[in-house]
């Protein structure tokens, strides 16, 4: 009978961790361009994490000073992170969804334009620490940030102690694996380069890179997008409306934050390697995508949605 018993909880301990899912924290610049909407959208109706918070990241940049409009936005009136925020609302709404966390980020960057890494506290960073200091054991807090990095270098400045609690996942920049250079050069990372500085300076920190370079290879065709979403259904206009009003000029656009969200549920589908960060950094060792299978993850991503 004790042999019995013994096998049947161990077998009840094995079914309990097969489905036990990996905590997710989403942070997003939603208000800056159409691929969050649609990375946003995947993530949600995913049934293979559990995504226990999504947050709004800024997207601040020069171009906003000097410019009068920013994709379909008045400069004027613009407030980056409250629309991030405002489209987050609007997402998990359509999805029925508003039961999971959706708190507001930071306005700015960390740190000024000289540099300098003061933190830029925010509901997002205070949420992150609370989730990444609930992990037991081996457990850690998988982040993946689609935009400025503020939120999470900022949890993790305010909390030192959350670093081997956090594996992190982002989009930004752009990286050669023929050559092994770095070029910092791209939005997510010039709307706060104190924050990549400091991620890729912090050594032990678990830190995986999609790189603009390797997401370049997801594309999406506007008349296909267009014939494919049911305008009947709340989100799938929302993703619809979203192509027309930002960027109804494009034919095709790279859709650079779903390949990141999807490189992360579906590893098989995306190349990882080792390398070593860029000269100026503290050197040590990051991983990156550099290879993904963008047919695979475009079929995947109509899948899920149409579910």
Not at 22 to 49: C, F, P, R
Not at 65 to 83: D, G, Q, S
Request: with cysteine; hydrophobic share 40%; aromatic share 10%.
């Amino acid at each position: 009978m004790l042999k019995f018993l013994s096998s049947t909880f161990t077998l009840f301990l094995f079914i309990s961790l097969s489905f036990a899912q990996q905590k997710v924290w989403l942070d997003a610049d939603t208000g800056n361009e159409m691929d969050d909407l649609y990375a946003i959208a995947h993530l949600v109706k995913s049934d293979k994490i559990d995504l226990i918070g999504i947050s709004s990241a800024h997207f601040n940049n020069a171009d906003l000073n000097v410019f009068e409009k920013w994709n379909a936005y008045e400069t004027a009136t613009l407030k980056p992170v409250e629309e991030s925020q405002r489209l987050n609302e609007e997402i998990l709404a359509a999805m029925g969804r508003m039961d999971i966390p959706h708190p507001l980020g930071a306005d700015r960057q960390i740190g000024r334009a000289w540099g300098q890494q003061d933190p830029r506290d925010s509901p997002a960073a205070q949420a992150i620490i609370a989730e990444a200091r609930k992990m037991k054991g081996e457990e850690k807090l998988h982040v993946l940030t689609l935009g400025a990095m503020t939120n999470v270098a900022t949890a993790l400045i305010l909390a030192p102690d959350i670093k081997d609690k956090i594996q992190l996942f982002s989009l930004g920049s752009w990286y050669s694996p023929e050559t092994g250079a770095w070029n910092k050069s791209e939005f997510n990372i010039r709307c706060d380069l104190n924050a990549f500085d400091y991620l890729l300076n912090l050594e032990g920190l678990d830190f995986t890179i999609m790189t603009t370079t390797t997401s370049f290879a997801l594309q999406f065709d506007r008349d296909e997008t267009y014939d494919r979403l049911d305008e009947s259904v709340e989100i799938e206009k929302i993703l619809e409306d979203r192509w027309r009003i930002q960027n109804p000029q494009d034919k095709t656009r790279v859709m650079w934050d779903l390949a990141l969200v999807e490189a992360y549920l579906y590893p098989e589908w995306a190349t990882i390697s080792e390398v070593t960060t860029p000269p100026e950094n503290t050197q040590r060792k990051v991983k990156v995508y550099t290879e993904i299978d963008a047919e695979a993850m475009k079929n995947e991503f109509w899948r899920i949605i149409k579910e």
